[in-house]
């Protein structure tokens, strides 16, 4: 039966078509995927760019790659592209606007894949991907990018290569941190959780006090959906509380522990307390939706928040900051490895024009003015030391070893299945905040699960 399950997973995991953007409140089904001649078509895609300001003395190419709307990630990509075209003026670019969840990405690509599609030339990769996807991407070894990767931080390209070939450039990482309120926590007297019971208190207490005047205040909003982003959430609640990794490096099946169990019932214990009923279906623009409008306390999410958090038109401009993720004690804090690279298809008509975008779009020019604009965080060691970076988003140097020190998860003990192993977990996870399963249930039917689906794994602790 758990074969069955897992089996099904995996289809489903194949089959989704990313039809939906990221802010639905409902996980499409396998049952809701278009056929294969349904794949994204560059002819439909909007042009990202007027036309290359310089002169093309040859032949005009087309680029189509991917952008997303999360943040100010399309505004920030149409400029970039805007000055590589005229860089480069017999090169435009296209873009398919995709989804914002991983999982509707994932199976768009899988979908031209599975069609070898030259439609699409560049394509933003999860850092969990390069595993599963090694085999789809050219070597960016082979178009002059192990000089420039040496500029960026080694674990990450390390990570991006796969049986020597470096299949994606490092574009931006990410680690989960705490947005707090300065100013509330002035107002009562508190200062920043540095455990999660700290933090469940404080929430409440701000909570109860603002409801006096806003009914639509919430203590903390983090992201709850059955997706990747609660696997992140999930996965830095279980490591915080020293309950391991889900599925460790060695390939010990560790997550049917005590400390992961009761972390996981203590989060389930958030939802309709200090945290909106409706968390369980928010991903990370509904929880910034919640805070920016001044109606949180505390926030989970990535670094693209902050600036956006800054904007002039925000309620809560120049009354937050940020710190590292609590623990279940001061110090044990924990915080999802996350980031993005670019990679060049291995069907693509023009993989030289390719390399060349995926170079410039990562490089540390680029890469600084995302950091400035809409802190993202670079790749590039050098620029935690840059001034302007700093000046722009302080917590890149106050916070540095949150993001060189975060916890990977198992995506590369579990290639290629790493898909199915997080749909599973998230899953588990979903059922215990939702009320339908306990943790000690959910995570010992996960256990076996994964003992199916990884039989030369050992059960163990972390």
């Given at each position: 039966m758990r074969k069955i399950r897992w089996s099904a997973a995996?289809?489903?995991?194949?089959?989704?078509?990313?039809?939906c953007g990221g802010d639905d409140d409902t996980t499409p089904s396998a049952t809701d995927a278009p056929s294969a001649t349904d794949a994204p078509s560059a002819t439909d895609a909007p042009s990202a760019t007027d036309a290359p300001s310089g002169e093309c003395d040859g032949e005009q190419i087309e680029l189509v790659t991917f952008t997303n709307s999360v943040g100010q990630g399309k505004e920030l990509e149409d400029a970039a592209y805007q000055r590589f075209t005229e860089q480069n003026p017999c090169i435009t670019v296209k873009q398919i606007e995709t989804?914002?969840?991983?999982e509707d990405l994932l199976n768009t690509y899988l979908q031209l894949f599975e069609a070898q599609s030259s439609e699409a030339d560049v394509f933003q990769i999860d850092v969990i991907w390069p595993g599963d996807l090694a085999e789809q991407f050219v070597d960016l070894n082979d178009y002059g990018a192990a000089e420039p990767a040496a500029e960026h931080f080694p674990a990450i390209v390390e990570n991006n290569t796969v049986d020597g070939k470096l299949i994606g450039m490092p574009?931006?990482?990410?680690?989960?941190?705490?947005?707090?309120?300065?100013?509330?926590?002035?107002?009562?007297?508190?200062?920043?959780?540095?455990?999660?019971?700290?933090?469940?208190?404080a929430a409440q207490t701000i909570q109860d006090g603002e409801r006096a005047d806003?009914?639509?205040?919430?203590?903390?909003?983090?992201?709850?959906?059955?997706y990747e982003g609660l696997t992140c959430d999930a996965l830095e609640w279980v490591k915080s509380a020293g309950g391991g990794q889900i599925i460790e490096p060695d390939g010990?099946?560790?997550?049917?522990?005590?400390?992961?169990?009761?972390?996981?019932?203590?989060?389930?214990?958030?939802?309709g307390t200090i945290s909106?009923?409706?968390?369980?279906?928010?991903?990370?623009?509904?929880?910034?939706?919640?805070?920016?409008?001044?109606?949180?306390?505390?926030?989970?999410?990535?670094?693209?928040?902050?600036s956006l958090g800054q904007a002039d038109d925000s309620e809560i401009?120049?009354?937050?900051?940020?710190?590292?993720?609590?623990?279940?004690?001061?110090?044990?804090?924990?915080?999802?490895?996350?980031?993005?690279?670019?990679?060049?298809?291995?069907?693509?008509?023009?993989?030289?024009?390719?390399?060349?975008?995926?170079?410039?779009?990562?490089?540390?020019?680029?890469?600084?003015?995302?950091?400035i604009e809409g802190s993202y965080n670079p790749t590039i060691p050098a620029l935690y030391e840059d001034a302007d970076v700093l000046a722009a988003a302080p917590f890149f140097g106050s916070l540095l070893d949150v993001f060189t020190g975060a916890v990977a998860r198992p995506s590369t003990v579990t290639a290629p299945d790493y898909a199915a192993t997080s749909s599973s977990f998230f899953t588990a996870v979903h059922s215990v905040l939702t009320g339908d399963k306990s943790a000690a249930d959910a995570f010992a039917e996960l256990e076996l699960d994964y003992q199916d689906a990884f039989p030369d794994f050992t059960v163990g602790t972390p």
């Open positions: 995996l289809a489903a995991t194949a089959l989704i078509v990313g039809a989804a914002n969840e991983v574009w931006y990482t990410d680690g989960g941190l705490l947005y707090y309120r300065t100013d509330l926590l002035d107002k009562y007297g508190l200062e920043p959780p540095t455990t999660w019971d700290e933090l469940e208190s806003n009914p639509d205040f919430w203590g903390y909003v983090w992201q709850g959906n059955a010990t099946i560790s997550i049917n522990n005590q400390a992961a169990i009761d972390v996981v019932d203590q989060a389930a214990g958030w939802v909106p009923p409706g968390v369980t279906a928010y991903a990370e623009e509904d929880a910034r939706g919640v805070w920016q409008a001044g109606n949180a306390a505390f926030m989970r999410n990535w670094p693209y928040a902050y401009k120049d009354l937050f900051d940020v710190s590292a993720l609590p623990g279940a004690t001061a110090g044990q804090t924990a915080a999802t490895l996350g980031g993005w690279q670019l990679a060049v298809s291995k069907y693509s008509e023009h993989p030289e024009e390719a390399a060349k975008l995926a170079l410039f779009m990562t490089s540390p020019e680029e890469q600084k003015i995302r950091a």
